[in-house]
T-cell receptor, first 113, second 114 residues
Framework: SQQGEEDPQALSIQEGENATMNCSYKTSINNLQWYRQNSGRGLVHLILIRSNEREKHSGRLRVTLDTSKKSSSLLITASRAADTASYFCATEDSGGGADGLTFGKGTHLIIQP | NAGVMQNPRHLVRRRGQEARLRCSPMKGHSHVYWYRQLPEEGLKFMVYLQKENIIDESGMPKERFSAEFPKEGPSILRIQQVVRGDSAAYFC????????????FGSGTQLSVL
């Protein structure tokens, strides 16, 4: 599997529920970021967590990072219809790999009103 | 402060033609990245540039693809002799120094090769 693999591929929940998405990666990283993409649009940065951090909050978003398991999770609480989008994790490799961020294939989140 | 501007929004080319995609980074940003996205896929890194320099082109095909970020003007991603497999959405992102932090994305150029 590729660096930055999200799970699940698709998730459909009711408005007001919490949504949890997971991301696994393979290499050593400097940081891990989550982005959102609405259909036909560019990506929007949501949150960045550094390799020495374990948890970070931003509004209704909560991100965790477990470097021993090479995994991260994104929790969106009290979901809204406007949260419907694809969510991607991206990693910055610390091992001298490509200079660009490495993105996963994303989780497509649908919030049912 | 305008965001990252990409044009055109949609580009249709016939096989064998050339495609030129333009990207103007946000004001004050000196780092430009190009990514390609296929349907239902994540973004694949292509090239990273700073003004007048290609820093990392490890994700860009060796043939037919080239990129530049001149001292003046937008960054250009050029695809020569396009083939159907080049059809994709091409996104540009920019960031202020240092690199690797938050990226700001444009809305992309959807390239369709007939």
């Amino acid at each position: 599997s590729q660096q930055g693999e999200e799970d699940p591929q698709a998730l459909s929940i009711q408005e007001g529920e919490n949504a949890t998405m997971n991301c696994s990666y393979k290499t050593s990283i400097n940081n891990l970021q989550w982005y959102r993409q609405n259909s036909g649009r560019g990506l929007v940065h949501l949150i960045l967590i550094r390799s020495n951090e374990r948890e970070k909050h931003s509004g209704r978003l909560r991100v965790t990072l477990d470097t021993s398991k090479k995994s991260s999770s994104l929790l969106i609480t009290a979901s809204r219809a406007a949260d419907t989008a694809s969510y991607f994790c991206a990693t910055e490799d610390s091992g001298g790999g490509a200079d660009g961020l490495t993105f996963g294939k994303g989780t497509h989140l649908i919030i049912q009103p | 402060n305008a965001g990252v501007m990409q044009n055109p929004r949609h580009l249709v080319r016939r096989r064998g033609q050339e495609a030129r995609l333009r990207c103007s980074p946000m004001k004050g940003h000196s780092h430009v990245y190009w990514y390609r996205q296929l349907p239902e896929e994540g973004l694949k890194f292509m090239v990273y540039l700073q003004k007048e320099n290609i820093i990392d082109e490890s994700g860009m095909p060796k043939e037919r693809f080239s990129a530049e970020f001149p001292k003046e003007g937008p960054s250009i991603l050029r695809i020569q002799q396009v083939v159907r497999g080049d059809s994709a959405a091409y996104f540009c992102a920019s960031s202020p120094p240092p690199r690797g932090e938050k990226l700001f994305f444009g809305s992309g150029t959807q390239l369709s090769v007939l």
